[in-house]
Each structure stands twice: as structure tokens, then as C-alpha cells.
């Protein structure tokens, strides 16, 4: 796990000097870099497997010809390694990652489709002049570029391009999207001119040409009937957290008290004797620590609470804000941020149960699959018609009116395209709160469609390429703010593979998920009703400290000033002077409209 830059093309590729300092935070452990007339390359090393020095990079082949820097790691690398030395390569080291360099010089471009891990990459082959930048089937590592005057130049963090020359922009387009989705979907970021590789992409740059594929698509697989889908999942459960397991740093987890967390860790247990660290985030309302400590005493891990406050968010969100470089739409970064805090204590590499609902049908809109499947029938001419009247009646869009719960949930079936319906109860605001708030038009979405053909596998695909995608963001930035590295065993290949190979109705509320682990946890683990690693948003918002600086923000802020309307700012704070922020969880909730707000404006004096 590490922080990687570089620089190809025109300038001074020395520069690359430049962009460590602001990765620094991602790997102290050593630093490197390979410079050429073509190239620049940039490491800050987190070291996981292969402690010593062998394991440095920029990491070279045995002639000295091609070149690797990689955030990640790759849990099958001893079986390339087998495979590889059995054709003739050499090894020097017992990193992973020099398996890489080694799968490239026996599958050319194509290595990416042996790798089975989490990795952002690059690979320089001097005897072309070709630079290959990658990332992992499902995003689980970052990756950022940017193009200028002949010059393009990547990073593991949007901050360190920055440094060599790239012009600072806020992308005024991306607002939209942001403030619906609570981040910025598809390639595009909040930066103008700086692009996301999409996960499972393969970016190739040559002297003469770049092409951008992908070498990897979720698709859905032959439902056979007569397969145990539940042992065959349990085997690839088990062989997924037992390959996670592999590091020579110790190994802690995440746990919230839910399945998929609870999962992970009773896992780990049965292949580890040792002492297990979890770590839980609590909250004075909205606590999931009573399952927790459950699970923790059942499967005797020593259990680390971490009380996270209203006062701590105001008191950090600038610094956890620089660490995400894009803008906290999703507060629970900020449970990741403090809990990677505490785990680094006690550990380097944690394991955490993301990816079960969006892979086995968790998420309560999933229940909506039938309703979206008769509303997509209306046409689309008697949906547009009918969005203005809804509009007139029920306020357009006015999120701090009583009636904006009613205007969210009739124009659920009056999106204007089938994969807008399905994405829609995901929004933290709808097109017309947008309108209402900025007055921005219609403008892209950027979201990332689907190939699937049965309904719920459609949701979970949808999912799994746009709203994971912040959840893994959130997850890769906020922990490797404080050098640790989080693994995910339910986001396994393999696993992710198998999953949409499966009939849907065996993924309704995570059935043969549940069924698979049911023997090695309580039922009422097992069996309960998601509850999410949502924050208390209102109660935070209504809490002195982060109220009086949200106001501050939404009345002063210059980017706010800038693209926002005055009186629907001034709505938004008369609510926060009243202490009319309703409290609870509540995807509808007006905390979730000032939340992105506010957030976004920290973000713009944090970066402008």
C-alpha cells in the first residue's frame, strides 16, 4: 500500500520530486523514484509484505527496462510467481508487487487480467516509450491524471498534480452531480481538467497516441439451479479473507456490527488463533455498538470503541476534507478517518465488510425493483408532462419545504430514463432540489450505465459502478490518511464474479449471503435488518460548534455566493438558526441538503 506519481512526455520529469510531499501521508516507510528523458516516476512506500528494502520501489525488471510503481496489493501473487518462475523469470524479492513487472514481460498489456487484488499502477517499458496505467476490476485504489502542453501526470491524490504545473480549477459542471450523489460520478472530479481512471480500465500513453479501455465488466453470469450456491460461496468467502490475511505487519478489522462486517471477522477467527484488534465507531444517537461489542466477545477480539462528536467534525473537517481532496458528501468518511486513527495504534492493515450490499441486494431501494420495473413503462412523453404539475404543487424543489418529502417520492417514477430511476433513491438531492438551489440546468450525470438485463441485477450493477465507487473513495482516503491499509475479502473477484452468476432471487435481502456465514454468528447477527454506517447528520448540525459554522459557510462562502442562490441559502440557514433539522437517518432528510453544502464550500476554501 503506497502513495505513486509521475510524469510523461514534455517538461522537466524531475518534477516528480515535487508531488511526494503530498503523498507522504499514504507511505513513510521509504521513498523512490526512476527518471528518464520521457518519464518520471514517484513511490511513497507502505510496507506490508517484504519489509526489507527488496521490496522498494520504483521496482525494475532483471535488464533494467521496465519500470512499476503500485498502490495495492495483489493476493494471488504467489501463484503468478509460481507460474512465471516455471517460464524462466527471476525474482529478487517476496513483494507481490514484483510479480507485476514480471506478468508484463509474459502477457504484455493483457498482465492485468491475472492480477487478482486492489491496485493503481503504472508501468514504463523504456524499450517502447510506453507508459500503462491501470486499476483494479472493481476501483478499489485511486488513480488521477491530467493532461497539459504534451504533458500528462498521475497520482494516487488528486493534490499532488498540483504541484507539477496543472492549473487549479473548480469544475463548475460537476456540481450537479456532486450535489445529487454526494460526489462526482464517472471520470470527472471536482477539479476541471483532472480525470478519475474508471476502475477496470487500462490506460496506454505512447509518444504518439493514448487509448483508454477496459480490460474488465461486470456481466452477469449462467444461473444454474442445481449448484449449492451457498457452500460455493462459503468456499470462496473463506479462501478470499485467508488470502487478505497475508502480510507481514499485523491485521486488524472494522466492525459495525452488521453482516457483512460481523462476516468478515468471525472469518478471520476461524483461520487465526491470534489477537484480533476491532474497531467500532459510536455516536451518542445512531450506535450500533451493542451488536459490536456482541460479536466482539463471541469471537474474542479486543474491541476499540471510538466515540466520534459533533465537535471533533468541526474541529477536523478541514483536515480530513485536504485528505479526500474532493468533497465530504458522505459523512461517513469521517467514522473511517477517526477510526483509521485509532486503528494505527494497533495495526497497519485492516479488514472491513464493504461490498455486501451493493454485490447481494442489501440496500432497502432494492425492494423497489418491481415498482421500477412497472413505473419505466410509462412513456417517457406523459413522465415530462406530468413533472411540472407535480412541481407546482408540492413547492419545485424547495428543500426546506414540508411538502419536498411529497415531491421526492412523486417524482420517483417521472425520471426520464430507466437507469435515472434506479439510481434515484440513492440521491441525497433530485434534479428539481438542484434547480431550486443553484439554478443549474439539465447537465450530465456522468454516471457509468449497465449491460445487465435482469432487473435487480441492474440496481446492483448500477451500484456497484457509481455509488461503491464513493464508498471505496471515501474508504481508500480516509484510511490511508493515516497509513493504513484496508482490505476487503466480499469485493474479491471472484466473488463479485459469482455473485451476478447468481438467480437474483437468491440476493433479496442478502439471503445466501446470510446463509452462508449463519453457523458462525448469532441470528440476530445474521438476520437483522440493515442499519448502515450512517452519522447522526442532524444532531451534529444542530450541535453549537458545527451549526455556527455551517452557517458562517452557507451566508459567506465564496463558492457558494458564486454558484447558489442567495434566498435558497438563506432558507437553508433560517432552518439551521431555528434548529428545524430533524433528527434520525433519513435519505429525505434537509441535514443531507446542508450537509453537501456545507461540505462543498470547505472544500473550496480548503483547496482554494
Known amino acids: 500500500m503506497c502513495g505513486i506519481c509521475g510524469i510523461y512526455g514534455q517538461g522537466d520529469k524531475a518534477e516528480v520530486i515535487k508531488m511526494m510531499p503530498m503523498l507522504q501521508h499514504r507511505g513513510q516507510d521509504s521513498e523512490g523514484v526512476y527518471i528518464d528523458e520521457n518519464v518520471g516516476l514517484g513511490h511513497c512506500r507502505l510496507s506490508i ?85 491501470a486499476r483494479d476490476p472493481i476501483g478499489k485504489k485511486p488513480l488521477y491524471y491530467s493532461t497539459t502542453k504534451g ?61 483508454l479501455e477496459k480490460y474488465w465488466e461486470l456481466s452477469e453470469g449462467i444461473w444454474n439451479g442445481t449448484t449449492n450456491h451457498i457452500s460455493v460461496l462459503r468456499d470462496l468467502l473463506e479462501e478470499s479473507v485467508q488470502l487478505r490475511l497475508q502480510s507481514d505487519v499485523p491485521v486488524g478489522a472494522f466492525l459495525s456490527g452488521g453482516v457483512d462486517s460481523s462476516s468478515v471477522i468471525a472469518l478471520y477467527r476461524k483461520f487465526s488463533n491470534k489477537e484480533i484488534h476491532t474497531f467500532t465507531a459510536t455516536f451518542e444517537t445512531n450506535s450500533e455498538a451493542y451488536y459490536a461489542k456482541k460479536v466482539s466477545a463471541m469471537l474474542d477480539t479486543r474491541y ?38 485509532e486503528a494505527k495504534r494497533f495495526v497497519t492493515v485492516v479488514l472491513a465488510g464493504e461490498g455486501g450490499d451493493e454485490l447481494f441486494g442489501g440496500y432497502p431501494w432494492h425492494g423497489f425493483v418491481p415498482a421500477i420495473s ?11 408532462a406530468l413533472q411540472p404539475t407535480v412541481d407546482d404543487i408540492f413547492g419545485n424543489g424547495d428543500a426546506t419545504s414540508k411538502l419536498n418529502r411529497w415531491h421526492r417520492i412523486l417524482s420517483f417514477p417521472l425520471q426520464r430514463s430507466l437507469m435515472e430511476m434506479q439510481m434515484y433513491p440513492t440521491t441525497a438531492m433530485s434534479q428539481q432540489n438542484i434547480r431550486w438551489l443553484t439554478g443549474f440546468k439539465e447537465r450530465k450525470n456522468g454516471l457509468l450505465p449497465t449491460a445487465m438485463k435482469n432487473p435487480l441485477n441492474q440496481m446492483l450493477s448500477l451500484d456497484c459502478l457509481n455509488t461503491l465507487q464513493k464508498f471505496l473513495m471515501k474508504a481508500d482516503k480516509a484510511t490511508m490518511s493515516h497509513a493504513i491499509e484496508e482490505r476487503l475479502p466480499l469485493l474479491d473477484k471472484k466473488i463479485i464474479e459469482y455473485a451476478f452468476s447468481l438467480s437474483p432471487s ?26 448502515g454506517f450512517g452519522t447522526p447528520l442532524a444532531d451534529w448540525l444542530n450541535s453549537t460548534k458545527l451549526k455556527e459554522m455551517a452557517m458562517d459557510r452557507l451566508r459567506d462562502g465564496e463558492l457558494l455566493r458564486e454558484v447558489c442562490n442567495r434566498k435558497a441559502l438563506d432558507k437553508l440557514v433560517g432552518k439551521l438558526n431555528a434548529g428545524e433539522i430533524e433528527s434520525g437517518v433519513n435519505a429525505l432528510s434537509l441535514s443531507n441538503v446542508i450537509w453537501s453544502v456545507l461540505a462543498l464550500q470547505v472544500w473550496y476554501d480548503v483547496f482554494f
Not at 86 to 107: C, P, Q, W
Not at 507 to 515: A, E, G, I, N, S
Open 151 to 211: 504533458k500528462l501526470a498521475f497520482a494516487s491524490e488528486i493534490k499532488a498534480l498540483f504541484e507539477v504545473g496543472i492549473l487549479k480549477e473548480v469544475n463548475l459542471d460537476a456540481i450537479p452531480s456532486y450535489l445529487m450523489y454526494q460526489y462526482v460520478a464517472g471520470m470527472d472530479t471536482m477539479f476541471k481538467n483532472v480525470f478519475r481512471l474508471p476502475a477496470g480500465s487500462i490506460l496506454v500513453v505512447c509518444p504518439d497516441r493514448i487509448t
Open 506 to 531: 437468491l440476493k433479496k435481502d442478502k439471503y445466501v449471503l446470510r446463509k452462508a456465514v449463519e453457523d458462525l454468528l448469532p441470528d440476530d447477527i445474521v438476520w437483522r435488518k440493515k442499519q
Open 304 to 341: 476499540h470503541e471510538v466515540p466520534i462528536t459533533a465537535d471533533m467534525v468541526a474541529q477536523d473537517i478541514k483536515k480530513i476534507t485536504w485528505h479526500h481532496d474532493e468533497p465530504l458528501g458522505d459523512a461517513a468518511t469521517i467514522n473511517n478517518y477517526y477510526l483509521s486513527r
Open 49 to 133: 509484505i517484504d519489509l526489507t528494502p527488496l521490496g522498494n520501489q520504483p521496482m525494475a525488471n532483471e535488464d533494467g527496462t521496465v519500470f512499476l510503481v503500485i498502490n495495492g496489493e495483489i493476493y494471488n501473487y504467489k501463484e503468478i510467481r509460481e507460474n512465471l518462475s516455471k517460464k524462466g523469470h527471476v525474482f529478487r524479492s517476496r513483494s507481490d508487487s514484483e510479480t507485476v513487472i514480471h506478468a508484463y514481460e509474459e502477457y504484455g498489456e493483457r498482465f492485468v487480467n491475472v492480477l487478482r487484488g486492489m491496485f493503481a499502477l503504472a508501468v514504463y517499458d523504456t524499450r517502447e516509450k510506453k507508459l500503462i496505467l
Open 374 to 384: 412497472v413505473m419505466s413503462r410509462v412513456p417517457v412523453f406523459i413522465r415530462r
